[in-house]
């Protein structure tokens, strides 16, 4: 097909623009060439808001922990035109920081801010389906604070945990049984990667979260610099 090509040239020249690498497959390559034409614009730069939990006056986890999960985001969301920037931090108080049931989780909604993705960092994150399991992460809507959703990490969270949990909170509730992409279980050797349905979900998801201005993109976008963005 005529329209197929044309992408895959993009795709080629923005690699070596970008200068990121990486082989993802079929379908992967397609996704990755929408991606990469993205990247050559200014990022989306969205706000985290980040609460980390205390226990006893003392943080669970130290700022290098989220800064380390946001930059590895960051790696990972490039070739999609998203970015993450941490606007702020909050201390979340002790009561928070051990979390093990479904209550627990929707107490946080009282906790959120609008305009903003909230990230909660936590001592412990107990699975709400097998008690006695702990999980690395998980997003959340809050059943007490209706509209509220945010991220939740664990302490024992791999680097790659939070940019999964930011990409169900970007419109990818479920998982992929693609080894190596981002909403996998199964870690591949490459960069985790997101397929061309899933990337239309987070454009998609994107969209309306900036249109009704539940999450507010931090600055403005090079290519966005239009006229009715002026202030009076
Ligand atoms: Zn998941």
Request: proline share 5%; hydrophobic share 45%.
């Amino acid at each position: 097909m005529r329209g197929v090509r044309r992408p895959v040239v993009i795709a080629a020249i923005a690699t070596i623009t970008v200068g990121t690498v990486g082989t993802v497959g079929t379908v992967g390559t397609v996704a990755w060439c929408s991606a990469a034409v993205h990247a050559q614009a200014a990022p989306t730069q969205l706000p985290l808001l980040v609460h980390t939990a205390q226990v006893a006056g003392r943080a669970v986890a130290p700022a290098e922990f989220i800064a380390d999960r946001i930059a590895r985001a960051n790696q990972i969301y490039a070739p999609y035109g998203v970015a993450f920037v941490a606007t702020g931090q909050r201390k979340l108080a002790d009561e928070h920081a051990r979390l093990v049931t479904r209550e627990d989780r929707d107490a946080l909604g009282g906790e959120v801010e609008r305009g903003v993705i909230d990230c909660f960092v936590v001592e412990s994150l107990g699975d709400v389906d097998e008690p006695g399991r702990v999980r690395r992460g998980v997003h959340w809507h809050s059943r007490t604070h209706p509209g509220a959703h945010f991220v939740i990490v664990s302490v024992i969270a791999g680097l790659d945990v939070l940019a999964h949990e930011l990409g169900h909170f970007l419109g990818n509730p479920g998982h992929s049984e693609t080894p190596g992409n981002l909403m996998s279980y199964q870690r591949g050797e490459e960069q985790p990667f997101l397929d061309a349905v899933q990337i239309g979900r987070l454009q998609r998801a994107l969209r309306g979260y900036l249109r009704r201005g539940e999450v507010r993109a931090v600055g403005t976008p090079r290519v966005a610099a239009a006229p009715t963005a002026r202030q009076r």
